[in-house]
């Protein structure tokens, strides 16, 4: 379950933005569609990715299965106006007209959060968007700001946070002590990401590649994200996840 959402999302995800990188088109899209095929439903994206390719793809790798996605992106406007705009833009994209669940990208501070929820602030485009149907539900997500996002969801019922969780995090930002503790207080889906550290976790021999996730799976969250550039990643962790 997607926190109260009513969503329900299988426990890994596909990261938005490594699984774009490929020069060729048609790589990218024959990778989304395996994930697909494997059974993962939770497609993330932002409209900053690759300039906006990274949803253009998307949309291409999803037409006709449109029902089979709990469908995710984010926008960076701080504003009303230009949310609104950019949701317009990221629903042409994604060749879609509605968003699962839609997320204040990349909200580090206070400062950020409370332009948000001032008067004019971009929380309005999605207050009008939700009442439009153009999205479902409201999030925000964070590489940095565990403070930040667990203040946000106390002021705001925001439906979902994307906090950068893995097995490293304890003991840098905290998000799984700070943030992803309020959250399930108050049943807001965690959507966890970052979850190898772009890499540097099984790179660095941190911990291996199925611990890693498997951490990460034993925490509190609703779906965990991995980018999975190569068909090979993506293979195997759809394994761990089917067996965890």
Request: hydrophobic fraction near 45%; aromatic fraction near 8%.
């Amino acid at each position: 379950a997607l926190g109260r959402t009513g969503l329900k999302v299988g426990i890994l995800g596909l990261g938005g933005y490594h699984a774009t990188l490929h020069e060729d088109e048609k790589e990218s899209i024959a990778l989304m569609h395996r994930a697909l095929d494997l059974g993962i439903n939770f497609f993330d994206n932002a409209d900053c990715y690759s300039v906006g390719v990274a949803e253009e793809r998307m949309g291409k790798a999803i037409e006709g299965r449109r029902d089979k996605v709990v469908l995710m992106t984010k926008v960076d406007d701080r504003d009303a106006k230009g949310a609104m705009e950019t949701l317009e833009m990221s629903l042409a994209s994604l060749r879609t007209d509605y968003l699962d669940v839609w997320q204040f990208h990349g909200v580090f501070t206070i400062d950020e959060l409370d332009k948000i929820l001032a008067p004019g602030g971009a929380i309005e485009a999605a207050e009008k968007a939700k009442k439009a149907g153009k999205i479902r539900f409201v999030g925000l997500t964070g590489h940095l700001g565990a403070i930040t996002q667990q203040e946000a969801i106390r002021r705001y019922p925001f439906d979902t946070i994307q906090p950068a969780l893995n097995c490293v995090d304890p003991h840098f930002e905290n998000f799984r002590g700070i943030a992803v503790e309020e959250a399930a207080k108050r049943s807001v889906g965690v959507i966890a990401m970052k979850t190898m550290a772009f890499g540097q976790i099984y790179k660095q021999k941190v911990a291996t590649v199925e611990d890693a996730l498997r951490w990460v799976w034993s925490q509190p969250i609703s779906v965990g994200l991995s980018g999975c550039e190569k068909m090979e990643f993506l293979n195997h962790n759809a394994y761990l996840a089917k067996t965890f």
